[in-house]
């Protein structure tokens, strides 16, 4: 008897042994039921928790928490450097702090026009930006179709390499910037089909899971209306109109005008432009109080439209700049999720068709033919490939 408690004994010890202990490196990590951003969280991991690693699946580790819970937490968690997420603020709630007029105007890339500075507020979303849209069921099915005919993900992955520049990090300023401009954007309301929403979601988490950010949650909302937009926020939702679904021709264009806008999140436009514009933002937040305390008349108001019109036409070299970058990088996160990138430049010539009409001083836009056009022409000139896909007909039968 004794040697058999012995022998439960060492084999105890030797699967502990087994298991190696990991400390979480970033202020807050997920434990999640299965290898996956979009499995529902089990438990929240702290920096300076430690837990034990009992197995890998790609990029995720299967781990025991200090208090015996097992779930899956990301390669990035346990990094101190590098491609890892800082979660601690993404949570938090942003419906009851101060969001003035003035942080509305620092935002990157045209978040902040006229068309978005005035209108109503979608108020379920201000206070909840994020809706989990993917389930794990028919995301699962979803890869398994688009990789039925050729390579796995994998495969694609291992083609084209990509490195992080750097950690990715929010603060407050930026999560309560991302509610608002979620509010502002889905004024409208939202797109009532769940099948078309669903897919574009679907599409969104592959090439999420195709960057160095694959443990980021990614949530698209689509906008009822007929303008032509698509905007990522800093902290990872996506605001996409019908509008430009309708301009959009296959699903290897929408893959890349989601990985552009992922690449907005993931090169940090959004912090860096920030950065640029505070002492703008400060100045121009003390003139505010003062005018809710004295008041202003009409015409006060249309000279600070004016002003803020001429500040961001002014800005516009910068904002090109991101954009180039974003066209860029979202190339490589549709390659490595299978898509042809040639529907970078497909799409961005179709907008530029569409936009030629539109005077320069009339749309305060990033989607302005000459900038379109300098943008298109930095694009690699590739032909389509048939080593990746365009899913036309997926695309026409989802997207009606």
């Known amino acids: ?137 028919g995301y699962e099915a979803f890869k398994r179709e688009t990789f039925s005919r050729g390579r796995s993900h994998a495969d694609y992955l291992s083609q084209t390499r990509v490195v992080s520049v750097g950690p990715f990090s929010l603060d407050e300023q930026m999560i309560a910037t991302s509610a608002y401009i979620t509010g502002r954007l889905a004024a409208p309301g939202l797109v009532a089909d769940p099948r078309l929403v669903t897919y574009v979601n679907n599409v969104a988490q592959l090439i999420v899971e ?34 430009m679904l309708k301009t959009i021709r296959s699903e290897n264009e929408l893959a890349c005008l989601l990985a552009h806008e992922l690449s907005h999140v993931t090169l940090h436009h959004g912090a860096t432009e920030l950065d640029i514009r505070k ?35 002014a800005i516009r070299g910068r904002k090109e700049v991101y954009e180039m970058e974003a066209d860029a990088r979202g190339i490589l996160y549709a390659k490595r999720a299978g898509y042809d990138p040639s529907g970078m430049a497909s799409l961005l010539l179709r907008l530029q068709k569409q936009q030629g009409e539109v005077a320069w001083d009339d749309e305060p836009s990033h989607w302005l033919p000459r900038s379109l056009g300098r943008r298109i022409n930095a694009l690699p000139k590739k032909a389509p490939s048939s080593a990746y896909v365009n899913f036309g007909s997926r695309y026409n039968r989802m997207v009606p």
């Open 210 to 243: 195709s960057s160095e950010f694959y443990d980021l949650p990614i949530c698209v909302h689509v906008v009822e209306t007929p303008a032509i937009f698509a905007n990522a926020t800093p902290m990872g939702v996506i605001l996409l109109s019908r509008g």
């Open 1 to 137: 008897m004794k040697k058999i408690q012995c022998i439960f004994i060492m084999m105890g010890l030797l699967c502990c042994g087994m298991a190696s202990a990991e400390t979480i490196q970033v202020s807050s990590a997920s434990l999640r039921q299965k290898p996956g951003s979009f499995y529902p969280v089990i438990l929240t991991l702290k920096k300076g928790d430690e837990v034990a690693v009992l197995s890998t699946q790609g990029m995720w580790h299967q781990a025991k928490a200090e208090g015996g819970t097992v779930g899956w937490v990301s390669k990035n968690a346990l990094k101190a450097q590098g491609s890892t997420i800082d979660y601690g603020l993404m949570a938090a709630d942003t419906s009851r702090r101060r969001i003035s007029t003035v942080m509305v105007t620092a935002a990157v890339k045209g978040f902040f026009e006229n068309r978005v500075r005035t209108g109503e507020l979608n108020s379920a979303l201000f206070e909840a930006p994020f809706v989990q849209y993917v389930t794990p069921l």
């Open 279 to 313: 002492p703008k933002i400060h100045a121009e937040d003390a003139f505010s109080e003062m005018d809710d305390e004295l008041g202003r008349d009409e015409v006060e108001q249309e000279l600070d439209d004016l002003a803020m019109d001429m500040y961001e036409h």
